[in-house]
């Protein structure tokens, strides 16, 4: 299932804790948040490089709280900048099983490197869901020449 639904993906980068996909492989949500598929059946989220420009220079993330249940498109955390506040929305369903504990301490660490920091994972509710969901997000190159532009 996991190959069908991202992709071949022999590319890799790395992370402070893990090695990620790649960004060509995430999905986005219009509301730019990038959803990533992981190995370990769990979906990993953050924010494109888009919002994170901007926002400006990140000074707070206001997670939301493990076993939290959520929808997709449902606001569920608060990222603050010198510049405004902005919600980051659910891009699939499920519940919040991590929270990345490395952004409480250094938030600018989503400016630096939007694609190589997740805020939280989701474990979905269901393959089903998880399939419909990933299907209603964009492609890096539709993400840039759309709602990312």
């Not at 071949?8 to 893990?18: I, N, V």
């Not at 996909?21 to 730019?32: G, I, S, Y």
Request: charged letters at 25%; a negative charge.
């Amino acid at each position: 299932m996991y190959e069908q639904l991202v992709g071949e993906t022999g590319h890799k980068m790395l992370s402070k804790d893990k090695t990620m996909n790649h960004q060509d492989t995430f999905k986005f949500a219009e509301t730019h948040e990038w959803a990533d598929l992981e190995n370990d059946g769990l979906v990993w989220v953050g924010i494109s490089n888009h919002a994170q420009e901007a926002l400006g220079d990140v000074m707070f993330f206001q997670a939301p709280k493990l076993s939290q249940q959520v929808k997709q498109g449902e606001a569920i955390a608060v990222i603050e900048s010198v510049k405004a506040a902005s919600d980051i929305h659910a891009p699939v369903s499920g519940e919040i099983v991590a929270l990345n504990e490395e952004i409480d301490a250094s938030p600018e660490l989503i400016n630096e490197k939007p694609y190589g920091v997740w805020l939280f994972k989701i474990k979905p509710t269901s393959d089903d869901s998880l399939a419909t969901a990933l299907s209603q997000l964009l492609t890096l190159e539709k993400h840039n020449a759309g709602p990312g532009a």
